[in-house]
T-cell receptor, first 108, second 113 residues
Framework: KNEVEQSPQNLTAQEGEFITINCSYSVGISALHWLQQHPGGGIVSLFMLSSGKKKHGRLIATINIQEKHSSLHITASHPRDSAVYICAVPQGAQKLVFGQGTRLTINP | NAGVTQTPKFQVLKTGQSMTLQCAQDMNHEYMSWYRQDPGMGLRLIHYSVGAGITDQGEVPNGYNVSRSTTEDFPLRLLSAAPSQTSVYFC????????????FGDGTRLSIL
């Protein structure tokens, strides 16, 4: 089974700070998902990446397949970015294994 | 475009009762899955389906049944509810398989007394 570890588990920052959330996994993969879960509970897919870097607005995701590590960065953080961020990796082609999530709180 | 629709949003059951959590998607996705989310733990896969008539077990399948008679619907049945099944349940779908971007329902918060 692919074990997924996220760090930190909780992160509190001030508005405007640069945020980094890390995800490490134990078994080689072909792609990795980053998801966002808002306080209301809904989960949305942010990124799916297999190499290099992807950017969407103020969110940037990077992955290093050889080192089995991915990071999610948020530039110019805002209170509306407060959410739980989750990474997930495939176990085979049909199953996903999820990290425990990182709870991010951005204070104004 | 409704996406993935889960019903009900909240439910309270007594131990031993049975119920069905509904999940429907209107995106013609082949892959559908059910997860449970418990405090301090990541989402855990209960069952999944790669197409109509095909289902398989995930990480925590005991106490749950599924069926996939149509592409659109993937209901999750609790046969005899137990307090350990108190959780938030999410249904998800994707075009083809777990390697595609996942679309999640809003979740069902289930309490077993």
């Amino acid at each position: 089974k692919n074990e997924v570890e996220q760090s930190p588990q909780n992160l509190t920052a001030q508005e405007g700070e640069f945020i980094t959330i890390n995800c490490s996994y134990s078994v080689g993969i072909s792609a990795l998902h980053w998801l966002q879960q808002h306080p209301g509970g809904g989960i949305v897919s942010l990124f799916m990446l297999s190499s290099g870097k992807k950017k969407h607005g103020r969110l940037i995701a990077t992955i290093n397949i050889q080192e089995k590590h991915s990071s999610l960065h948020i530039t110019a953080s805002h209170p509306r970015d407060s959410a739980v961020y989750i990474c997930a990796v495939p176990q085979g082609a049909q199953k996903l294994v999820f990290g425990q999530g990182t709870r991010l709180t951005i204070n104004p | 475009n409704a996406g993935v629709t889960q019903t009900p949003k909240f439910q309270v059951l007594k131990t031993g009762q049975s119920m069905t959590l509904q999940c429907a998607q209107d995106m013609n996705h082949e892959y559908m899955s059910w997860y449970r989310q418990d405090p301090g733990m990541g989402l855990r896969l209960i069952h999944y389906s790669v197409g109509a008539g095909i289902t398989d077990q995930g990480e925590v399948p005991n106490g749950y049944n599924v069926s996939r008679s149509t592409t659109e619907d993937f209901p999750l049945r609790l046969l005899s509810a137990a307090p350990s099944q108190t959780s938030v349940y999410f249904c998800a779908s994707s075009y083809d398989r777990a390697l595609e971007p996942q679309h999640f329902g809003d979740g069902t918060r289930l309490s077993i007394l």
